[in-house]
């Protein structure tokens, strides 16, 4: 195995490779690509080890006549829903299964052309009311695709990225790239591992490792969480499709509205 460092800028440049990467493009509508994200994270407070999962599923159409945005973000703690949010184009719900109720906002027009902010909006109104560890999987939609092209900022502000190269010795075009940010103390730290099997023309996103070690307290909390995109018991990246029920909210039974700024009223 041989090794080398990486730079700012080598480490910025693997990442933008891996973050359009993500992308699977519709075959009915070469305008229009998917992909699914998976978070696994373990939070340990007081001895006391609690396990969430979550998805966040998008489906872009960037066509300027019929632009589409779509997406559902989901978390579980255990098998039990915590949270779950959808885009279906139009309206933004969020509903939370502890209390049986929603909230629903626009981000685009009934019907004719898209609203002006269409985009601006749906990355707004979709992101406000997220907590905790799925604002990762925010960030990693930002930072990967949500304004046409990746675009790499920082994860822990102000830090470079640094890394290490390892090219396979049996195999020199498969090279592994590990990526992070830190603070000097480790209580916090990004991790990315990537790597090529084409000598760095393209690279892949195997994971994303953010931990944090918070004051709780008297205690600290630890939290890590593991980013990876979704794939099916074939390896293959999972993909949806604009009709995708993923994409699709209909208020449960019973359930009621919470009021927001925008909430629509019907």
């Known amino acids: 195995m041989g090794q080398a460092t990486l730079t700012d800028n080598d480490c910025r440049i693997t990442l933008t490779s891996a973050f359009n990467g993500f992308r699977v493009i519709d075959p009915n509508n070469l305008t229009a690509y998917s992909y699914g994200l998976r978070l696994d994270t373990t939070e340990i407070l007081n001895n006391r080890t609690t396990i969430y999962s979550g998805w966040l599923k998008l489906y872009d159409d960037s066509n300027p006549t019929s632009e589409l945005l779509k997406s559902e973000l989901t978390l579980y703690s255990g098998t039990n829903l915590v949270q779950r949010t959808v885009a279906d184009g139009k309206k933004v719900w ?61 994860w822990i502000g102000g830090i470079a990225f640094e890394g290490q190269q390892i090219i396979d010795a049996n195999n020199p075009g498969h090279i592994t790239n590990l990526i992070w940010q830190k603070l ?32 709780v307290g008297a205690s600290v909390k630890v939290s890590d969480t593991y980013l990876t995109v979704a794939k099916d018991v074939n390896n293959l990246q999972l993909s949806y499709t604009k009709s995708s029920t993923d994409f699709m909210f209909v208020p449960p039974t019973r359930s009621k509205v919470l009021a927001t700024p925008r909430t629509i009223k019907f």
Do not use: C
């Open 184 to 215: 000097p103390d480790n209580s916090r730290f990004v991790q990315f591992n990537t790597e090529t099997y084409d000598a760095g023309s393209t690279w892949i996103l195997n994971s994303i490792q953010i931990h944090r070690e918070d004051k």
């Open 94 to 154: 969020s509903y939370d299964p502890y209390q049986n109720a929603y909230s629903v906002n626009a981000y685009n027009v009934e019907s004719g052309t898209n609203a002006p902010r269409y985009r601006g909006d749906f990355v707004t109104l979709f992101k406000q009311t997220v907590i905790g560890s799925p604002l990762h999987l925010m960030t990693l939609m930002d930072q990967a695709s949500i304004t046409g092209t990746a675009r790499v900022k920082d």
